[in-house]
């Protein structure tokens, strides 16, 4: 049976949101056109008015006005139902939109903002994560160019009533940008990239107090993008003249360092279906069942020449958005590290197996138990714990990049970087993540230069 | 709903059931239609599923897939679970299914039941694990 709404294939299931909205929709067909009967809805006729005018909204595009009229005219709770309902819709069945729902969804997105909606920041944020990391398909790229069109087109009035939608836009476009600038010979890319640009710049010279709110992350991103002239300068002033962002309480980009970065971040990068499947894989796949899953996630989702660099976004989620409760830990249930370990082994190439590593310890380098979470740098630690003895080299390049990081990452704040990691070896022993550090200063398999700087380390 | 570990062979098309496409073999061809082994499971158990025509190329592995109105019945010398003329299938979603690849119902040697010669019980195991598909190590 075809839908307006969604492709359907073939032998699939009926979909109950789309359903629920088109049977809303042909029993009220014919009260959607002027005039509108002006009798208050009962509540149930109100959740049935609201699923009648969605649908009609998105697979009626010549009558979308008058549909949104109508909307205006009998909302009672700010949108809030409408919106939900939309929202329900983009992070389930967003990959289905046959392209004029998608039009549609956009348009409809941009009313809302004007009439600041409830709930139009989860919109924006469920919209946000619909665009694929590493995909440069026409579909994807689409959704990149008219989402931050909205945000620069939307600008005053998200500054106004969301603000702090303006800094997941930024979090995503800079991470987006970090691929876009890679493949710099595409010549579709030219445009959308520099509307990315001009989004993240005008948030960093205009609103840096807000940027700050990303915390620490903010810098790994921007870190990627130096080679690109717009941010160059940018990172010169963030690291050399941070007076230049004429923001009260920031001297320092050390103080980026300090703020956690909360996870609602991490999910920006990760899609809805992704963030299902590897949520399901961390509570209901025992240790030893994970083959198959393993297989069909990274078909499905790593498969490509570009889509290896999710694995970074990945990486990030595990450790900062999923903490699994003791009770799973304690069970057979398959561990974050051995999730991530898989993932970094996926790694085709250097630089991003790099950044992988860097994502898996980017919390340890910055580490203070006053202010930071155990359960954020557990991973990494037995990840380097349980290589031992079958896969040593992986520990080894594991602690090799660690205290690499501790050397090279900021020649300017090395301190902050050794008590970060110090600190974060010593918290994982005194809440029992290990009982020992001599299971590494020990290991006669671990090259004695690794273990003597570790232990030097340990000391300061 | 029938869990897998309870399907038993019989020339009946009742089989209500959900599971997960674990592994697809090669589409075959006998000319006109086209049909293809599966290993399928849910969480008590795997079988062989036979998929036929456009069944074949609508899943996948990792695909969850409800059946109504199947059958697991001895095809062609193979005892397979396919949803047969009767039958349908569907795609329900995927990859958030647990499953186990032991036991196989198709790997298990069924014999009349000595009380009721219409029904079938097991008799042995012929293998703990599909033969076919067997678990990746």
Same mark, same amino acid.
């Given at each position: 049976m075809a839908s307006k709404l969604i492709r359907i294939a073939s032998y699939q299931a009926e979909n109950q949101q789309e359903l629920s909205l088109?049977?809303? !929709? &042909?029993?009220?067909?014919s009260k959607l056109r002027p005039p509108f009967p002006l009798i208050i809805p009962s509540p149930q006729e109100y959740t049935q008015l609201n699923q009648a005018i969605l649908? %009609? @909204?998105l697979v009626e595009p010549h009558f979308a006005k008058i549909h949104i009229k109508h909307l205006h005219a009998i909302v009672v709770d700010g949108y809030k139902l409408f919106l939900n309902l939309l929202d329900g819709l983009v992070n389930e069945l967003y990959g289905k939109f046959v392209d004029s729902v998608k039009d549609q969804l956009i348009w409809v997105t941009r009313e809302m903002? &004007? @009439?600041s909606a409830v709930g139009i920041d989860g919109l924006l944020v469920s919209l946000l994560r619909q665009i694929v990391g590493g995909d440069f398909s026409g579909g994807n790229l689409w959704l990149c160019f008219e989402l931050v069109g909205v945000f620069l087109s939307k600008w005053d009035c998200l500054l106004e009533e969301e603000p702090l939608v303006l800094t997941s836009a930024l979090y995503t476009f800079l991470r987006l940008l970090s691929d876009h600038c890679r493949l710099l010979r595409n010549p579709e890319l030219g445009v959308l990239r520099q509307l990315e640009i001009e989004f993240c710049v005008k948030m960093l010279r205009e609103q840096f107090h807000l940027c700050l709110k990303i915390g620490r992350d903010l810098v790994r991103l921007l870190q990627d993008l130096v080679h690109v002239p717009e941010f160059r300068t940018i990172w010169k002033d963030l690291v050399l003249n941070p007076s230049e962002f004429r923001t009260a309480g920031f001297s320092d980009i050390s103080e980026l360092y300090c703020t956690r970065t909360s996870g609602r971040y991490f999910l920006l990068r990760i899609t809805p279906e992704m963030e299902t499947h590897l949520r399901f894989l961390l509570t209901h796949v025992m240790l030893g069942s994970q083959k198959r899953y393993q297989t069909w996630f990274a078909k499905k989702f790593l498969l490509g020449p570009e889509r290896e660099s999710l694995v970074v976004d990945i990486v990030r989620f595990i450790c900062c958005a999923h903490h699994p409760s003791n009770e799973i830990i304690q069970s057979n249930i398959i561990p974050r590290w051995a999730v991530i370990g898989w993932l970094l082994k996926c790694c085709r190439k250097n630089y991003i197996e790099a950044n992988g590593k860097l994502a898996l310890f980017y919390d340890w380098l910055f580490f203070n138990e006053k202010v &930071?979470?155990?359960m954020n740098i557990e991973p990494a630690m037995l990840l380097m714990v349980c290589s031992l003895p079958n896969y040593i080299d992986f520990t080894h390049s594991l602690l090799e990049f660690l205290l690499l990081l501790v050397d090279n990452y900021d020649l300017d704040h090395k301190d902050i970087l050794i008590r970060g990691v110090s600190s974060a070896f010593h918290t994982v022993v005194q809440k029992g993540v290990v009982h020992s550090l001599d299971v590494l200063t020990r290991c006669d398999a671990l090259s004695p230069s690794i273990r003597q700087r570790l232990q030097k380390l340990l000391l300061q | 709903m029938v869990w897998l570990r309870d399907i038993v062979p019989a020339a009946q098309n009742n089989i209500n059931t959900h599971f997960i496409l674990l592994d697809k073999g090669k589409i075959t061809s006998d000319g006109q239609n086209?049909?293809?082994l599966a290993l399928a499971a849910d969480k008590t158990a795997a079988?062989?599923?036979?998929?036929? %025509?456009?069944?074949? &190329?609508? !899943?996948e592995a990792g695909d969850i897939i409800r059946m109504e109105n199947g059958i697991f019945s001895y095809n062609r010398n193979n005892l397979v679970l396919r949803a047969g003329?009767? %039958?349908k299938v569907e795609k329900l979603g995927e990859f958030t299914m647990e499953f186990v690849e032991t036991p196989n119902m198709s790997e298990i040697k069924w014999v009349p039941d000595p009380n009721n010669f219409n029904k079938y019980v097991q008799h042995s195991v012929i293998s703990p694990h599909s033969r076919i598909f067997p678990p990746t190590p």
């Amino acid at each position: 049976m075809a839908s307006k709404l969604i492709r359907i294939a073939s032998y699939q299931a009926e979909n109950q949101q789309e359903l629920s909205l088109r049977q809303a !929709f &042909d029993l009220l067909e014919s009260k959607l056109r002027p005039p509108f009967p002006l009798i208050i809805p009962s509540p149930q006729e109100y959740t049935q008015l609201n699923q009648a005018i969605l649908y %009609g @909204v998105l697979v009626e595009p010549h009558f979308a006005k008058i549909h949104i009229k109508h909307l205006h005219a009998i909302v009672v709770d700010g949108y809030k139902l409408f919106l939900n309902l939309l929202d329900g819709l983009v992070n389930e069945l967003y990959g289905k939109f046959v392209d004029s729902v998608k039009d549609q969804l956009i348009w409809v997105t941009r009313e809302m903002i &004007d @009439v600041s909606a409830v709930g139009i920041d989860g919109l924006l944020v469920s919209l946000l994560r619909q665009i694929v990391g590493g995909d440069f398909s026409g579909g994807n790229l689409w959704l990149c160019f008219e989402l931050v069109g909205v945000f620069l087109s939307k600008w005053d009035c998200l500054l106004e009533e969301e603000p702090l939608v303006l800094t997941s836009a930024l979090y995503t476009f800079l991470r987006l940008l970090s691929d876009h600038c890679r493949l710099l010979r595409n010549p579709e890319l030219g445009v959308l990239r520099q509307l990315e640009i001009e989004f993240c710049v005008k948030m960093l010279r205009e609103q840096f107090h807000l940027c700050l709110k990303i915390g620490r992350d903010l810098v790994r991103l921007l870190q990627d993008l130096v080679h690109v002239p717009e941010f160059r300068t940018i990172w010169k002033d963030l690291v050399l003249n941070p007076s230049e962002f004429r923001t009260a309480g920031f001297s320092d980009i050390s103080e980026l360092y300090c703020t956690r970065t909360s996870g609602r971040y991490f999910l920006l990068r990760i899609t809805p279906e992704m963030e299902t499947h590897l949520r399901f894989l961390l509570t209901h796949v025992m240790l030893g069942s994970q083959k198959r899953y393993q297989t069909w996630f990274a078909k499905k989702f790593l498969l490509g020449p570009e889509r290896e660099s999710l694995v970074v976004d990945i990486v990030r989620f595990i450790c900062c958005a999923h903490h699994p409760s003791n009770e799973i830990i304690q069970s057979n249930i398959i561990p974050r590290w051995a999730v991530i370990g898989w993932l970094l082994k996926c790694c085709r190439k250097n630089y991003i197996e790099a950044n992988g590593k860097l994502a898996l310890f980017y919390d340890w380098l910055f580490f203070n138990e006053k202010v &930071d979470n155990i359960m954020n740098i557990e991973p990494a630690m037995l990840l380097m714990v349980c290589s031992l003895p079958n896969y040593i080299d992986f520990t080894h390049s594991l602690l090799e990049f660690l205290l690499l990081l501790v050397d090279n990452y900021d020649l300017d704040h090395k301190d902050i970087l050794i008590r970060g990691v110090s600190s974060a070896f010593h918290t994982v022993v005194q809440k029992g993540v290990v009982h020992s550090l001599d299971v590494l200063t020990r290991c006669d398999a671990l090259s004695p230069s690794i273990r003597q700087r570790l232990q030097k380390l340990l000391l300061q | 709903m029938v869990w897998l570990r309870d399907i038993v062979p019989a020339a009946q098309n009742n089989i209500n059931t959900h599971f997960i496409l674990l592994d697809k073999g090669k589409i075959t061809s006998d000319g006109q239609n086209k049909m293809c082994l599966a290993l399928a499971a849910d969480k008590t158990a795997a079988v062989h599923l036979q998929l036929w %025509g456009e069944e074949c &190329d609508a !899943f996948e592995a990792g695909d969850i897939i409800r059946m109504e109105n199947g059958i697991f019945s001895y095809n062609r010398n193979n005892l397979v679970l396919r949803a047969g003329k009767r %039958g349908k299938v569907e795609k329900l979603g995927e990859f958030t299914m647990e499953f186990v690849e032991t036991p196989n119902m198709s790997e298990i040697k069924w014999v009349p039941d000595p009380n009721n010669f219409n029904k079938y019980v097991q008799h042995s195991v012929i293998s703990p694990h599909s033969r076919i598909f067997p678990p990746t190590p």
